[in-house]
């Protein structure tokens, strides 16, 4: 069982910077992928990135790819989303999400925080 609480999130300007957190309970955290995802007012959930359990393998939507970063701390068994460059159609509600493997696939995660909010002002 993983409990997880997203951090982070606010009010930014185009182009600024945000850096989201991930706290996660439980001692089996280092075994799972965790995923970032986000879901913008009337439209569905979609994948921003990923991280594999060792964090030696990341994956990234192509919206996000080059602006985005995510990492883990297994130590802290945090993971990390940080976002430059925002635009406004970065504005979301940001979850976090951990999962048996990396994958891009909401379905694929069993376990969801209850999110953060991310406004990206033009």
């Known amino acids: 069982q993983v409990q997880l609480v997203e951090s982070g999130g606010g009010l930014v300007q185009a182009g600024g910077s945000l850096r989201l957190s991930c706290a996660a309970s439980?001692?089996?955290?280092?075994?799972?992928?965790m995923g970032w995802f986000r879901q913008a007012p009337g439209k569905e959930r979609e994948f921003v990135a990923a991280?594999?359990?060792?964090?030696?393998?990341?994956y990234y939507a192509d919206s996000v790819k080059g602006r985005f970063t995510i990492s883990r701390d297994n130590a802290k068994n945090t993971v990390y989303l940080q976002m430059n460059r925002l635009k406004p159609e970065d504005t979301a509600d940001y979850y976090c999400?951990?999962?048996?493997?990396?994958?891009?696939?909401?379905?694929?995660?069993?376990?969801w925080g209850q999110g953060t909010q991310v406004t990206v002002s033009s």
């Open positions: 999400a951990a999962g048996a493997y990396l994958t891009g696939n909401q379905y694929e995660y069993a376990y």
């Open positions: 439980g001692r089996t955290f280092s075994s799972y992928a």
């Open positions: 991280i594999r359990w060792s964090g030696g393998r990341t």
